[in-house]
């Protein structure tokens, strides 16, 4: 359930995940997207889709005041493939 969810989010701020990875405090996330869409509006649909997807399935994170950090970070990488970064 969550992938499809997942998925019809990023289609719908036109994005796409090259790769991801879990780590215990923190996500890596390598994504494409238009050069009209900014990196706050990204982070924003992310952050906001998966907080109420993991606050539906998890009831203790309901009493949290947020789930998310406000912050991020973002590098660019042009016209360069996965495997060379």
């Keep these: ?14 994005i796409t995940i090259v790769a991801l990875e879990i780590m215990p405090n923190h996500v890596h996330l390598f994504l494409g997207t238009d ?24 009831s203790k994170l309901q009493t949290m005041p947020s789930l998310w950090t406000r912050n991020y970070w973002v590098s660019t990488a042009g016209n360069v493939s996965a495997e060379v970064i």
């Design 35 to 58: 050069p009209d869409v900014s990196p706050t509006q990204v982070m924003h649909a992310l952050k906001g889709f998966t907080s109420r997807v993991l606050r539906q399935e998890f």
């Design 1 to 14: 359930m969550f992938g499809s969810q997942y998925a019809s989010v990023v289609r719908a701020i036109g």
